[in-house]
């Protein structure tokens, strides 16, 4: 339902959704900022007995800001909105998987295995099961990036301990990604469509 309302809803915008949000709030964190990204809940729908759970998080980046390399445990589906995104996706070799199953250990390491561009109204669906790690960064706009992140959870929902409850499985440090070969390709999001792990939202 939710997947499908907001195509709808972009559709019928000429593919965007500067509409839905005032974006003139929205800021990214200052070039210092040790976190180096920003990000705002803007919509939250903790669920009822006809959908599911699901939130709305809008990232905001500066030029050369990126959020952490990660994967989810829900689904997840980015959505650029302003600007240009590149959108960089890792093949996660596991390591020692003694432990706890939520740390990265020392031998796990990532591969580089697709780079894309997103722009307004083009996004991605990103699935726990599959190859659902990655990182999305305003490396080529010299403005202010922003993208509207799908997640199918509760972003409020508080666990026993009172910590919020994360779409996050696991970060990784950059130092465990190898070095990129020749074979990774670098695309814009239209030439990446064909293999099914990225759609033009405005045209799904």
Same mark, same amino acid.
């Given at each position: +339902? ?25 800021h ?9 990204? $920003? ?16 939130? +709305? ?45 939520? $740390? ?19 996004g ?16 080529s +706009? ?33 130092? $465990? ?28």
């Amino acid at each position: +339902f939710v997947w499908d309302k907001m195509r709808e809803e972009i559709s019928n915008h000429k593919g965007s959704l500067k509409h839905l949000l005032d974006l003139s709030v929205y800021h990214p964190v200052p070039s210092d900022d040790p976190k180096g990204y $920003q990000k705002y809940v803007v919509m939250n729908y903790p669920g009822d007995e006809d959908y599911g759970k699901f939130s +709305f998080t809008l990232i905001v980046l500066s030029q050369h800001q990126q959020t952490p390399i990660h994967d989810h445990k829900v689904i997840c589906a980015p959505i650029c909105i302003q600007g240009i995104m590149t959108e960089v996706l890792y093949r996660v070799n596991e390591g020692d998987a003694r432990g706890d199953p939520a $740390q990265t250990t020392a031998t796990t390491t990532l591969q580089e295995v697709k780079r894309h561009e997103m722009h307004p109204g083009n996004g991605n669906f990103l699935y726990p099961e599959g190859l659902n790690c990655h990182t999305v960064g305003n490396y080529s +706009f010299a403005g202010v990036s922003m993208s509207l992140h799908l997640y199918a959870f509760d972003a409020e929902e508080v666990t026993a301990d009172g910590k919020l409850v994360s779409s996050v499985k696991r970060v990784y440090d950059k130092s $465990q990604v190898l070095l990129a070969d020749a074979a990774v390709s670098t695309t814009t999001l239209e030439d990446a469509s064909d293999d099914g792990d990225c759609v033009s939202a405005a045209a799904a």
